[in-house]
């Protein structure tokens, strides 16, 4: 059963730091391209970050450059989203899909399978 499971949201202060993690079962993450979305309440889902299969390139949304930094572990299956810096701009539902294709894509569409999400809440 083809399976991606986020993990790592929380409530943190601005400022802070959280990793998410995205590990994927029955198939291997390795070959498809893996983006991190976010939805915040009333607001359409946004690409925050994509690493490709192909040659692990990376891209990044300009309101997160330089805070956040998306990593694979093809041996653990799993992508990782380090977020620093974090602002109250970015409180929203994480979530982390796949596509097959390879090639990073903005447009939530084109994935191929998704996470049920991963709550993240920057407060003071």
């Known amino acids: 059963q083809v399976q991606l499971v986020e993990s790592g949201g929380g409530l943190v202060q601005p400022g802070g730091s959280l990793r998410l993690s995205c590990a994927a079962s029955g198939f291997t993450l390795d070959y498809y391209a893996i983006g991190w979305f976010r939805q915040a309440p009333g607001k359409e889902r946004e690409g925050v970050s994509c690493i490709s299969s192909s040659d692990g390139s990376t891209y990044y949304a300009d309101s997160v450059k330089g805070r956040f930094t998306i990593s694979r572990d093809n041996a653990k299956n799993t992508v990782y989203l380090q977020m620093n810096s974090l602002k109250p701009e970015d409180t929203a539902v994480y979530y982390c899909?796949?596509?097959?294709?390879?090639?990073?894509?903005?447009?939530?569409?084109?994935?191929?399978?998704w996470g049920q999400g991963t709550q993240v809440t920057v407060s003071s």
């Open positions: 899909a796949a596509d097959r294709r390879g090639n990073c894509r903005a447009e939530p569409r084109f994935y191929d399978y």
